[in-house]
């Protein structure tokens, strides 16, 4: 019996269409500047908040009681859950999947009963992958939920809770593998700080780097080569976390002599509780060849912490692919690390959340697509830059000039030639009309 025997796959009906159980802008096989908007967008589902995710919050338990789930912690629970997920997943239409280890299978009373429960998982994903086509865009270990790693993973103070995590990597980069994983993600839950007084800073980011040096070590030995990617994250749930932006995820991987086989994975959420916007992120690693792959969701203004929403803004999507157009997403996707609301209990919401995100993402490319053929924004930021493409600028860049003949040439000048107005206003009516 499916569980979700009254919905059928997912459609494309086009702008007009009023059926909320069908794609409005998200078109798989419509080709946008030469690629599908499949191919563009490797939109994939998350484990942990579409299947895992009770509804709970500090306030209150779950409102979700899913009827395929018999609430046990048991394996036999766990895999028919993994049949539900790839029943959603292949209706939705999405063409990937991610997971942490915890999220799929139960954590047993020791590592080796935690390794047998996630192969016997393993074994239906693998079996529902074949089945339906469906692939894994990352796998990660979930080293932030255990009161074991309360000091953290690879920083924790405990050398024992490092090994621990280092254990329960080796083990998710094999799952990963043996079910075609495309990228691996260490998001570092806990790998930060809350208070400097008891804290070896230093001792905990080269433990840091180690730990990941580890993973890249095992990764060669068993021949993953995915692209490792690693989420930043400014706080929650440390005050500090070391991942906390592009900026600093980017600085620690060249520290550590990780850029090779690293890139990031940026998440909207997480870019405005760092104080950026979320274009701000993705252009920052973009220009840096670091940009690996995006976790799809939206905070809220007025709530100042992860709520994880899926995005239904426009102009939100429309600025994320402007950027990801420009520097290209493969071998990463968009991943809805989103959640329903705890109001929104019923299976049938996890579809709407989804097909709302998917044309999201769908309208934002074609706006930018659009954006881009005319050529009309970069056209003028050309032009802006344009003393930097002859004479004197032109000479800077090329690195013939000191500050001694700057001077010679300013002392000639008298002063600089006058500004012209960054249109700041125009270019966002400009933008408008495309919306
Ligand atoms: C939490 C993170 C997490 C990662 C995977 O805020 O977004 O869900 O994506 O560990
Ligand atoms: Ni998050
Ligand atoms: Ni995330």
């Known amino acids: 019996m499916p569980a979700f025997a009254e919905v059928e796959k997912i459609r494309y009906e086009g702008p007009q269409s009023k059926n909320p159980l069908a794609f409005r802008w998200y078109n798989a096989e419509e080709v946008v500047e030469g690629k599908t908007m499949r191919d563009h967008l490797r939109f994939a589902v998350v484990y942990w908040h579409t299947f895992r995710g009770t509804g709970s919050d500090p306030f209150g338990p779950g409102t979700m009681q899913r009827p395929w789930d018999d609430g046990s912690d048991s394996v036999e629970n766990a895999q028919r859950r993994a049949r539900v997920a790839f029943e959603f997943i292949d209706k939705l239409g999405a063409p990937y999947y991610a997971f942490h280890d915890r999220d799929v299978a ?234 329903v609301r705890r109001e929104s209990f019923e299976p049938l919401d996890l579809f709407y959340a989804h097909i709302g995100g998917m044309d999201a993402f769908a309208r934002g490319l074609k706006i930018a697509a659009a954006i881009r053929a005319e050529g009309e924004l970069e056209k003028f930021v050309t032009a802006r830059y344009s003393s930097w493409d002859s004479g004197i600028g032109a000479e800077i860049e090329a690195g013939q000039h000191s500050l001694k003949s700057l001077e010679a040439y300013m002392l000639k000048q008298g002063e600089a030639a006058p500004n012209q107005s960054g249109r700041q206003e125009m270019l966002e009516n400009l933008i408008n009309r495309y919306l």
């Open 106 to 339: 139960p954590e047993g009373k020791t590592l080796a009963e935690s390794n047998k429960n996630l192969d016997a998982v393993v074994k239906v994903l693998k079996e529902e992958q074949q089945r339906t086509g469906i692939k894994l865009l990352w796998g990660t270990a979930n080293m932030f939920s255990n009161p074991r790693f309360m000091h953290g993973a690879a920083t924790s103070c405990n050398a024992d809770v490092f090994a621990y995590a280092a254990a329960q990597v080796k083990k998710a980069l094999e799952v990963t593998k043996e079910l075609g994983g495309e990228n691996y993600v260490f998001w570092g839950g806990r790998e930060g700080y809350q208070n400097l007084f008891n804290t070896n800073m230093q001792r905990e980011l080269d433990h840091l780097g180690r730990f990941f040096h580890l993973a890249v070590d095992y990764a060669q030995e068993i021949g993953f080569t995915g692209t490792f990617l690693i989420e930043p994250k400014p706080k929650e749930p440390t005050k500090h976390q070391y991942d906390s932006d592009a900026a600093a995820c980017i600085n620690f991987l060249r520290t550590y002599e990780l850029t090779d086989r690293f890139k990031l994975n940026i998440e909207t959420n997480h870019a405005t509780l760092a104080g950026h916007t979320m274009m701000h992120e993705l252009e920052y690693a973009g220009l840096q060849n670091m940009l690996g792959s995006i976790d799809a969701n939206t905070g809220d203004l007025l709530l100042g912490w992860d709520t994880d929403q899926f995005p239904t803004n426009f102009y939100l999507t429309t600025e994320v692919m402007l950027v990801l157009l420009k520097y290209g997403l493969a071998p990463g996707g968009v991943n809805f690390d989103a959640k």
